[in-house]
């Protein structure tokens, strides 16, 4: 077996005191594939994220070990295993409810995409070499020793994002690589984007085309809402990729404004927002979005708030009130929010702010009649009800909500005698 030392610059220090290092179920899938003997260790994400002092959710492992004996020992220990993509040497173990991918070692023996024929191998530089970017070429041991076979450490302090030996064949391999380029500088870069990454990205643009709509969307989500979102967004529409990715031209000044009013509210951002506010210019823009990526009912209804009233004007309090009331607290929030976005006003803006702030400070109120107070007037069908409702409620909400049940009662009862 080779072992890891960094060839480039600073060697990453031990993440020892991590503390998703000594979870339970991680020490238990440790233990099973013999962390403590070198065989296993975690790679990627994982160790990318704590070396930067980032939060840890998800722990990916990479081992030594052929598929068969991975599962072999999984049970033998306790664990549930699953072949999940033997062909690869993907395999899923679950411990304490908890499911982790590991993979054996890999050298690519043939490449043509994502469909490349793979060789199992016990080198952790030839795997480390077929992975994407040098700071996702990280390996942890059970002891929180950091592997840096291929130098992935100096990039990621320095915020540089690297594609691993030829960019272009690694694009090629995976043609998602290129989003995930602009997602992972908007992520961890610092100073600007790697070179020889951006011109490999722009040459190979065209396999854009060949990816699913699912993967897009699923890597442009994360793009959109990562801490330098703006900057990456317009790198990519300057090199030309931002119309192919969203299929128009892009509104970057509207999607700057609302990152910072995000920032100003102390809002996390949302990815359906953002992206409403970057692609929707009229209503007709939201269905199309919505297909072009496949996304769900609720995300077209969201899109297709970019593309409403109020506009970019300011709402006065009635109408904002009536909004608020028809579309609830959140997406009255999100239409404020573009809305706001499509202005000249600043973030700073305090009347923006209290039209933003409205559902905190005015309890929406309930429609104070239902359909038994019409059955009640006179023998109506279902439609009949629905209407003389749906005519009620539009008076109380034009009315600014102050009218009171037995007025509202009164005028079911005229509407009633006048349908009789």
Not at 49 to 60: N, R
Not at 88 to 94: A, E, S
Not at 179 to 198: E, Q
Request: aromatic share 8%; charged share 25%.
């Amino acid at each position: 077996m080779s072992e890891d030392t960094s060839k480039r610059g600073a060697a990453p220090p031990s993440l020892e005191r991590a503390a998703w290092l000594h979870r339970p179920e991680t020490a238990r899938v440790f233990a099973a594939l013999g962390g403590k003997d070198g065989e296993t260790r975690a790679v990627g994400g994982a160790v990318r994220d704590a070396l930067l002092g980032l939060a840890v959710a998800d722990v990916d492992f990479a081992t030594a070990i052929v598929p068969d004996k991975v599962m072999a020992r999984a049970r033998k220990a306790g664990l549930k295993a699953i072949p999940t993509g033997l062909a690869h040497g993907t395999v899923t173990l679950v411990a304490d409810g908890t499911s982790f991918e590991v993979t054996t070692l890999r050298r690519d023996v043939e490449t043509f995409g994502r469909h490349a024929t793979v060789a199992f191998t016990e080198d952790w530089a030839e795997d480390a070499r077929r992975r994407d970017f040098t700071l996702n070429a990280l390996y942890a041991g059970a002891d929180g020793t950091v592997f840096d076979p291929l130098g992935g450490y100096p990039d990621l302090i320095s915020g540089r994002v690297r594609f691993i030996g030829d960019a272009a064949m690694r694009i090629r391999e995976d043609y998602l690589r290129i989003l995930r380029f602009f997602r992972f500088n908007a992520s961890y870069g610092k100073d600007g984007f790697d070179a020889d990454g951006l011109k490999a990205c722009v040459r190979e643009r065209a396999g854009l085309r060949l990816l699913s709509a699912e993967r897009v969307a699923s890597e442009l989500k994360r793009l959109l809402v990562a801490p330098r979102a703006s900057e990456a967004v317009s790198v990519s529409f300057r090199h030309g990729l931002l119309c192919d990715i969203l299929g128009g031209v892009p509104r970057l000044a509207r999607f700057e404004r609302l990152i910072g009013i995000e920032a100003e509210l102390g809002r996390a951002p949302d990815p359906i927002l953002r992206l409403a506010a970057l692609a929707v210019f009229v209503p007709d823009d939201a269905p199309r979005i919505a297909r072009r990526f496949k996304l769900s009912n609720a995300e077209q209804a969201c899109l297709a708030l970019g593309g409403e009233p109020f506009g970019h004007d300011l709402p006065d309090e009635a109408a904002a009130k009536r909004t608020l009331y028809t579309l609830g607290p959140e997406r009255y929030a999100s239409r404020v929010l573009l809305a706001w976005a499509n202005s000249a006003a600043p973030a700073t803006d305090p009347a923006w702010h209290r039209a933003a702030a409205l559902a905190e400070r005015w309890e929406v109120p309930d429609f104070p009649l239902r359909g038994q107070d019409i059955m009640a007037l006179g023998d109506f069908s279902g439609p009949q009800i629905g209407d003389m409702l749906r005519r009620v409620e539009r008076h109380w909400i034009d009315g600014g909500f102050a009218e009171d049940r037995e007025g509202l009662l009164a005028l079911a009862e005229a509407m009633a005698k006048s349908s009789a």
